[in-house]
């Protein structure tokens, strides 16, 4: 196998970091508004959706990691190269650094849309995105240890949303939320099938996985990001079912921010503000992560400089926001991310889990021999 | 190391510079704290808005500002051009709607401070007797500053549970809602003051109906628990003691009442609903002929009280019924507690209008003051 990878120790990160990696690859722009497209689906089932969308995330990750696991060190782009042969494994890896940068393309996008709707109407987006790109440069010269350590803080300083996220439960009318399972099961799993662009981020094991220390530990510590992340959706689904009444969360864009506008605390009273401000650091890993993910695979290409990468990756980011101006078109672009994404993670994990096993199976017989 | 100050001087431009990205000075700017509107002719809306001023040098100003225009923001642009400072609305706390609109319908402009981020959805309103615009440009003696006033007279009445609850998020969650009405407290204008002087009651955005302050408490625990809060009866006489209080009304006052209320389906089929209150209190003024300590006369007392909030309630929902205004959560509970069919709005208020309600109130004299 020579698409193996060799990664010295000191390359490596510890099994446990990979809790704050999964969780902040998560935690992005899908968060601010995905009770919307989830209610419109499930109604006042919402919240089962969310768990069913959890489920299936767990096992997917389940069976990405089994997949990983039957090679001794390598990521998806090495197990695409072996398992289909340079040209159809080439082009599935070019498939999946176009979904890595499609996925970072659309957190900026949307993100860059929350600010200029809720803080500064009149700010440049190309100046936000300008911003936002030169963070993202700074941390990803850093290598892989800096980036882990971006979603590590950024995971710890984020902790204090969660207290304000049940303050709105002052005015909670708790029936909102019977009677549990009103609505068919078709609308439910449809509800959950709309959850696919909020939990999506998980894949970042598929290229992150070969350089953990201790492999045998990944799995339980993925498992329990994804247990918290449902903690957190679930959380906020919940305090959203029973704040807002259902037609009024089918109006309302991003249900999590105007959750918090009817909080005032003592010493400020817009905290909404100063959430969309921090997103910001909540948003860096995400974004981090898939420009890194993208650099894995455009590597087995063609040998290429961390730097020279992230640069070039940042002005065809950057020239790709201008043509997409309005809502609707943001609308449109997450629909259609949100399709492909659930093909590509929720769907095509188990296909290649079979391709693999076949491939090590035939490989055990033809060693043999 | 060449490398890292070039991204240092990067970093730290960045940071200079989004600070200057909107700059809003609170000596240049004038905050809207109240915003008042009305009916105009043809179609329009007349906006009055309360605008507070800061200046270093001087006291603040406020000023009351007034313009018709077809569309808010017309207003707005209209009354930036009469002010010498940039108007701000990120400060507004509440939305006073003249009796007329109200009755025309409120929902558009609602819609429209829904849709603008500046405003936050904890902001109170409130419909105005008469014209929002005389109530705001009137001169008031006592008042420096309209908006602040209005603001905490609704802010610590609401609060302390005197009045129903009325902030911008109750209202679009309840308008929105298929299941439920919404109320808003009524503003009075009294002389030189300024007065809570009702509730109205709304059905799909329009004013529908009215009832006077001394039924707040009541409308109040249908709608909700109330922690603590004080209540004063009267009586019929007969009841507590024929021989002494023949023909005579008995005056009482209760405070620090507790009550727990809760809405039952009994049956779906019948449209039938148990309306329970749990009603404790602290006996705190009462005929000082009447004596307290002895408990057939307390029980008996309760009963009294018993009946009347009963009464008192009774009436109540059958005038909200009557005008078809759900603002206490029947409709809720009926939703969440039936199984089968979505409770469509039409379907709901035909039910609404006939339903039969179980009032069962339980109260409980709890202790009296310190002398008997």
Redesign the interface.
């Known amino acids: 196998m020579k698409s193996a990878l060799q990664i010295s120790n000191d390359q490596k990160i510890s099994s446990s970091l990979f809790f704050f990696v999964v969780t902040a690859a998560q935690i992005g722009v899908g968060i601010h508004g995905f009770q919307r497209v989830v209610v419109k689906n499930a109604g006042n089932d919402a919240w089962i959706s969310v768990i069913l969308a959890s489920l299936f995330a767990h096992i997917v990750v389940f069976i990405m990691i089994r997949t990983l696991a039957l090679y001794p060190s390598n990521d998806l782009y090495g197990i695409h190269l072996d398992i289909f042969g340079k040209y159809f494994g080439g082009i599935l890896n070019f498939t999946y650094v176009l979904y890595c940068t499609f996925a970072f393309y659309s957190v900026i996008r949307n993100y860059i849309e929350v600010i200029n709707t809720w803080v500064f109407p009149n700010l440049s987006q190309s100046f936000i995105a300008a911003a936002l790109l030169i963070l993202v440069i700074y941390a990803f010269t850093g290598g892989l240890r800096v980036l882990v350590g971006v979603c590590f803080f950024s995971f710890m300083t984020g902790l204090w949303i969660l207290i304000i996220l049940f303050m709105p439960l002052e005015y909670a009318h708790y029936n909102h939320i019977l009677p549990i399972l009103g609505n068919d099961l078709k609308s439910i799993f449809k509800g959950a099938y709309s959850m696919t662009f909020t939990i999506v981020g998980f894949e970042i094991i598929n290229t992150l996985y070969p350089f953990a220390k201790e492999k045998k530990k990944v799995q339980k510590y993925v498992h329990l990001a994804l247990l918290f992340t449902l903690f957190i959706y679930l959380s906020v689904i919940l305090v959203s079912l029973v704040y807002f009444s259902e037609a009024q969360i089918e109006r309302t864009l991003w249900a999590t921010l105007t959750l918090f506008t009817v909080i005032k605390l003592p010493f400020i009273e817009r905290v909404e503000i100063i959430i969309i401000c921090f997103w910001m650091i909540i948003i860096l890993p995400n974004l981090c992560l898939f420009s890194w993910a993208a650099y894995r695979g455009v590597k087995r290409f063609k040998s290429i400089n961390e730097t020279t990468f992230i640069w070039i990756f940042s002005i065809f980011i950057f020239f790709a926001n201008i043509p997409i101006q309005t809502r609707t078109e943001i609308d449109q672009m997450n629909n259609f991310f949100a399709k492909i994404a659930f093909y590509i993670v929720f769907i095509y994990p188990f296909l290649l889990y079979i391709m693999a096993s076949l491939k090590s199976v035939l490989r055990k017989g033809g060693s043999k021999e | 190391m060449k490398?890292i100050k070039v991204?240092i001087v990067?970093?730290l431009s960045?940071l200079f510079?989004?600070g200057c990205?909107?700059q809003r000075i609170l000596e240049r700017i004038g905050l809207v704290t109240l915003v008042g509107y009305d009916v105009a002719e043809e179609n329009k809306v007349t906006a009055t808005s309360v605008i507070r001023q800061i200046n270093p040098e001087l006291q603040s100003k406020v000023e009351v500002q007034s313009e018709t225009e077809s569309t808010s923001k017309g207003t707005r642009v209209k009354v930036d051009m009469k002010t010498s400072k940039k108007l701000a609305a990120?400060q507004m706390r509440v939305l006073l709607f003249g009796e007329d609109l109200a009755k025309k319908g409120i929902e558009e402009a609602i819609h429209t401070t829904m849709m603008n981020?500046e405003i936050?959805?904890?902001i109170y309103l409130a419909v105005v007797k008469g014209s929002s615009k005389s109530l705001l440009e009137y001169p008031y003696k006592d008042v420096t500053d309209v908006g602040q006033h209005i603001y905490n007279l609704i802010d610590h009445n609401i609060k302390q549970q005197h009045t129903v609850s009325s902030?911008l998020?109750?209202v679009?969650?309840?308008n929105?809602?298929?299941v439920?009405n919404f109320a808003l407290p009524i503003l009075h204008k009294k002389g030189e003051f300024i007065e809570i002087d009702g509730v109205a009651f709304f059905s799909h955005g329009k004013m529908v109906g009215s009832l006077p302050a001394g039924d707040n408490f009541y409308i109040l625990m249908m709608q909700d628990n109330f922690k603590e809060s004080t209540l004063e009866l009267v009586l019929d006489g007969e009841s507590i003691d024929a021989s002494k209080f023949q023909e005579k009304q008995l005056q009482i006052a209760v405070d620090s009442v507790k009550t727990k209320r809760s809405i039952k389906v009994v049956d779906p089929e019948l449209n039938e609903f148990d309306l329970n209150i749990d009603f404790k209190c602290r006996l705190l003024e009462i005929n000082s002929l009447v004596p307290i300590n002895d408990p057939k006369l307390v029980e008996k007392m309760e009963k009294a009280v018993n009946q009347k909030i009963e009464n008192e309630v009774s009436r109540i929902l059958e005038y909200s019924q009557e005008i078809n205004s759900d603002i206490y959560?029947f409709g809720?509970?009926y939703?969440?507690?039936?199984?089968g069919g979505k409770l469509t709005d039409q379907k709901w208020r035909e039910k609404f209008r006939e339903m039969k309600v179980n009032i069962n109130v339980d109260v409980e004299i709890i202790r009296n003051g310190v002398f008997e």
């Open positions: 490398k991204l990067l970093l960045c510079i989004i990205a909107n990120g981020n936050s959805t904890s902030t998020h109750e679009v969650r309840d929105y809602s298929e439920r959560g809720e509970q939703r969440a507690h039936v199984r």
